[in-house]
């Protein structure tokens, strides 16, 4: 019960916060907006429209994950109502746990609102969403669930701003783990080539997320690695939460 | 056993590179029985609120043992039996009085039934009712800090922890902290109190410590501490005649005119008593005759001048 208190009330907070509302326009306006880049590619409308869409869903939702998210803890203890809960007889786990779902509640909703905007503009211009468009949603909720837990361990650790930074480091990194571990010959035996392989291990394979290409083209993407790139992304998920919940145990607040 | 004790508590933050750990508590040995108001005094820096914070679980200590209830404050059960009002306590700006003791109450592990309960008795002790729609983020100094206290009451708590409960208030609303803690006692609760304000604290609590630079300097009764004696005499006379008035001076510390008459502040209750003497067998009219004692602020400003 105490989880889903700290859960509720983390939805309900970030729900009046204004900056959800401009993200949530400026994501129905790129939507939108995809037709226009539909009308230069000609015979390529629904593809490009679905393509963006989901682009701009992940996109978004990246953002209110890291803007959110890295402020999430760091905020309770800047504006010191941390004070009040951590005062009571809960554990520290679940407060963080609690914020981390509350969270994650409201993305699940961003998510689920771009991502039926954009099937209802696909349908009204004429197209059609099949399975892959939905795997390619849950896949990228998947994604943001991790990097919502990336953010709320940094929020615990250190400053929004540098958290930010390095959530974004993380995710732009996740998305070219080909190239971290595919570096020239040049590069061997350098300090940069073995600080990128180490990252190659270290920070999760995005990509594995992004199906987008195969939803805007019609292919099937087979179950089993739905199945698969979830868990993976949940394996990453839990322990960060781990990493998170252990170094917001003995910190002073 | 002792509603808080601390034994050898410190508290060593740990210092910016190069620079030295500054001790913020150290060797801290406390003990607070049940069903007392204790007051916890020391200038700033003195370390009150860190010696709060460890006994609420938000910073561990770097030495010693604390304990709330005889369990110690590291583990989650030590909570139970606690409520914390934070020095300017600071609410979720969107959330009505109602909805945050509703919150706290969830946090706490109540049911909805006794949440309902709770708000009952708490919005009607601190006069919650009229404001239990309104939501924080317009609400004045006073009111935050009633609402401050309605939260520290939920879960019914046996010991209450208040840091500077009185602080920024106007008279009414510290004479109404003052209520609350006394009908706090009557309920069975020991009630824990920082404040720089020790005429309030003088007034109500049962016993007192007080801190200097981290390290704890006296504890004990509020009546054996001070000692009683009477510093100096205010007497103040009328229609007296010009050397008995420079008779009286010559005894005095310091003498001058008021509305009422002559002002005579006489060191001991001697010289006073033959101050009055000579007013009488002067035919002169005595106004006031006050023997003024040590206050516990005169005893905290003289431990503070004796610490080096």
């Not at chain 2, 740990?14 to 007392?36: H, K, M, Y």
């Not at chain 2, 590291?74 to 934070?86: D, F, I, M, T």
Request: glycine share 8%; aromatic share 8%.
């Amino acid at each position: 019960m105490r989880i889903a208190a700290v859960a509720m009330n983390t939805f309900r907070e970030a729900v009046r916060d204004k900056v959800l509302y401009v993200l949530l326009f400026f994501a129905g306006a790129t939507i939108l907006g995809s037709k226009a880049l539909g009308w230069v590619s000609v015979g390529q409308d629904e593809k490009i429209i679905i393509d963006i869409s989901l682009a701009a869903t992940s996109l978004f939702g990246v953002l209110i994950a890291v803007f959110v998210g890295t402020s999430l803890v760091y905020k309770e203890i800047d504006k010191r109502t941390i004070y009040t809960i951590l005062s009571r007889p809960m554990w520290r786990y679940e407060f963080v746990l609690g914020k981390y779902l509350g969270l994650a509640m409201l993305i699940g909703v961003v998510t689920l609102v771009m991502a039926a905007m954009a099937a209802a503009y696909i349908a009204v211009m004429g197209g059609h969403v099949g399975l892959t468009y939905l795997q390619a949603v849950l896949l990228i909720y998947c994604q943001l669930l991790l990097v919502t837990a990336l953010s709320v361990l940094l929020s615990s650790l250190t400053s929004p701003i540098l958290g930010a930074m390095i959530v974004f480091s993380c995710y732009v990194l996740g998305h070219a783990t080909g190239i971290m571990i595919n570096m020239p010959p040049r590069f061997d035996g350098t300090f940069v080539k073995s600080a990128f392989e180490t990252a190659y291990y270290v920070i999760p394979n995005l990509s594995h997320f992004n199906i987008r290409a195969e939803a805007a083209n019609g292919a099937t993407v087979p179950g089993t690695y739905v199945l698969w790139t979830m868990a993976y992304g949940a394996a990453y998920t839990a322990l960060l939460l781990v990493l998170a919940a252990f170094s917001f145990e003995n910190k002073d607040v | 056993m002792y509603a808080i004790e601390t034994r050898g508590l410190a508290k060593i933050y740990r210092g910016r590179i190069g620079r030295p750990a500054a001790p913020s508590l150290d060797a801290l040995d406390l003990t607070v029985g049940s069903n007392e108001i204790f007051g916890f005094l020391g200038q700033n820096g003195a370390g009150k609120t860190t010696t709060i914070k460890v006994l609420c679980g938000l910073i561990r200590q770097t030495r010693g043992t604390a304990a709330v209830c005889g369990i110690d404050v590291r583990r989650r059960e030590a909570r139970q039996s606690l409520g914390y009002l934070p020095e300017n306590p600071y609410f979720y700006e969107y959330l009505t009085p109602r909805e945050t003791i509703n919150f706290y109450g969830q946090i706490g592990g109540l049911g909805a039934k006794e949440r309902e309960r709770q708000w009952g008795s708490i919005s009607e002790l601190l006069d919650l009712r009229e404001i239990a729609g309104q939501r924080v983020r317009g609400f004045s100094k006073g009111m935050r800090q009633r609402l401050g206290f309605a939260v520290a009451l939920v879960g019914d708590p046996a010991v209450l922890i208040l840091d500077e409960p009185m602080s920024g208030l106007d008279p009414l609303g510290r004479r109404r902290i003052r209520e609350l803690m006394l009908h706090l006692r009557t309920q069975g609760k020991t009630v824990f109190f920082s404040s720089h304000v020790l005429g309030d604290v003088e007034q109500i609590c049962d016993r007192v410590a007080i801190l200097s630079k981290g390290r704890l300097v006296v504890q004990g009764r509020v009546d054996e501490l001070l000692s009683r004696r009477v510093t100096h005499v205010e007497v103040i006379a009328s229609g007296l005649p010009e050397t008995v008035d420079s008779e009286i001076a010559a005894t005095a510390v310091s003498s001058r005119n008021s509305e009422e008459g002559r002002h005579f502040v006489l060191p001991d209750l001697a010289r006073a008593n033959d101050a009055v003497r000579r007013v009488h067998a002067a035919g002169a009219s005595l106004v006031e005759f006050s023997p003024v004692r040590e206050s516990l602020e005169d005893y905290f400003l003289r431990l503070q001048e004796r610490k080096p």
